[in-house]
């Protein structure tokens, strides 16, 4: 059974940088398709990034294109996302979240993921 630990958030001014990493154990994750997610009080839970399995394609939300990179690192078992030039309104649980065998469309919500970890919270304030 795939288990996935978030780790990384915390608080963080306007414009610095964060980066997030989950661990994953029970499995190894590089047949997984694997994406971010995150959920902002009294919103709607939003698709960040997602990479499918294999690696080949890779896709990010408009609301984080050019500051967000999703990567991860097979050897470590390990997803990533660095994050940078962050705004207020990226304050939000973040969750990662991996499906067996999983794609990665242009939208990230689209791709359904049975694997979530229990969230690290992110908040950008001054």
């Known amino acids: 059974q795939l288990q996935l630990v978030e780790s990384g958030g915390g608080l963080v001014q306007p414009g610095g940088s964060l980066r997030l990493s989950c661990a994953a154990s029970?499995?190894?994750?590089?047949?997984?398709?694997v994406g971010w997610f995150r959920q902002a009080p009294g919103k709607e839970r939003e698709g960040v990034a997602c990479i499918s399995s294999g690696g080949a394609r890779t896709n990010h939300a408009d609301s984080v294109k050019g500051r967000f990179t999703i990567s991860r690192d097979n050897a470590k078992n390990t997803l990533q996302l660095q994050m940078n030039s962050l705004l207020p309104e990226d304050t939000a649980v973040y969750y990662c979240a991996a499906e067996y065998l999983g794609g990665c469309p242009r939208s990230v919500a689209r791709q359904p993921f049975g694997y979530w970890g229990q969230g690290t919270q992110v908040t950008v304030s001054s």
């Open positions: 029970g499995s190894r994750l590089d047949s997984y398709g």
